[in-house]
């Protein structure tokens, strides 16, 4: 099932035993969560009644003892298993054996729920066979379409700001959350989303608004970052790092971004020069209109052999940083003068 049905199940009380939560989008999982928790653990008796496992301290027998006692005062009892696979890495004989044993023999005043955090867990293993069998597995990935609308309208709106349907959707366009192979997550959207009303003093928010937000995205700045590089404007390159560092970027994060964008600029020319049409490009580089609109501009500034070099040194940092205590700051500044001096 999806959380949808999750979702209903909880509010008509058709609670399952056991549920497996699996999926990329953790802030639906923690929000889902938090709802079972208010609707059937009385705070007062939270401690008894809301048991968590996390850890590779975890043990069978730890989770035998949690769901073996009965709920105090209260006909629920949930107990949630936080990451199964950091639990499964504690190497304890046959527990995935003795967990999906276990499962099918759970009691009606428990709930137990596992979560799968890393969204990793074999379906092969005893434990993802037995929850999906009893109709416990539960995917929690990213929202889409009409409900991804509504969610960012309903964020606005705990705020007291209206937004129209056409700036949701631009907003949601220009958050990038909706692209392929996005990292992004609701976490994410909802920080934009802050940022929009702490910026916005009228009640509606309006395409201005969200263009002075977010106009300096990660991925616009990773593109003028290599644009100052390809101009050999070191001073520039380096300012515009440092305003992403500023803004708590993680250095990791904006290396494997530049790695991305590089990529992705030195196949659209390869493809280009190989004779590829544009509609055959996007397809083969599985991204979206608005980014291949970019990658295809910004390529044309750069050579492929330049391009081609650039990947090679960010590629050996990449590695370095991995393997060494280099300050990761200090390197990514390094490779940027180099990378100006070389292109």
Not at 122 to 146: C, Q
């Amino acid at each position: 099932m999806n959380y949808k049905e999750l979702l209903k199940d909880i509010k008509d009380g058709k609670l399952l035993t056991i549920y497996l939560f699996t999926g990329t989008e953790n802030y639906l999982i923690d929000k889902t969560l938090d709802l079972l928790k208010e609707k059937y653990i009385d705070k007062s008796f939270e401690t008894l009644n809301y048991v968590v496992l996390d850890g590779k301290d975890v043990y069978f027998d730890d989770i035998l003892n949690a769901c073996e006692t009965l709920p105090f005062m209260s006909e629920k009892k949930l107990v949630i298993i936080k990451d199964i696979n950091e639990v499964m890495d504690n190497k304890e004989t046959d527990f995935d054996t003795k967990l999906g044993d276990y499962l099918s023999k759970l009691d009606n005043y428990l709930s137990l729920i596992i979560i799968d955090k890393s969204n990793s867990l074999k379906k092969t293993t005893s434990t993802y066979k037995t929850a999906k069998k009893l109709g416990g597995l539960v995917e929690f990935n990213k929202l889409r379409g009409k409900d991804l609308n509504t969610w960012v309208e309903r964020k606005f709106k705990e705020y007291n700001k209206d937004i129209s349907y056409g700036n949701i959707s631009y907003f949601i366009q220009s958050s990038t959350y909706s692209d392929y192979n996005s990292q992004k997550t609701l976490y994410d959207l909802e920080n934009e989303i802050l940022k929009v009303i702490n910026y916005s003093q009228k009640k509606e928010v309006s395409k201005e608004d969200i263009d002075l937000v977010l106009s300096r995205t990660l991925d616009t700045n990773i593109f003028n970052l290599l644009t100052y590089i390809n101009r050999r404007d070191s001073e520039s390159a380096l300012k515009t790092f440092n305003e992403m560092y500023i803004s708590n970027e993680p250095v990791q994060r904006i290396l494997a971004m530049i790695i991305r964008q590089v990529r992705l600029m030195l196949s659209y020319k390869l493809y280009r020069e190989r004779g590829d049409t544009e509609g055959s490009i996007q397809k083969k580089l599985q991204i979206k209109d608005y980014e291949f609109k970019r990658i295809s501009k910004e390529s044309s500034s750069f050579s492929t052999e330049s391009l081609q070099q650039a990947l090679e040194h960010i590629l050996k940092l990449d590695i370095k940083q991995k393997t060494s205590s280099q300050d990761e700051k200090l390197a990514l500044e390094m490779l940027i003068v180099h990378l100006s001096n070389l292109m």
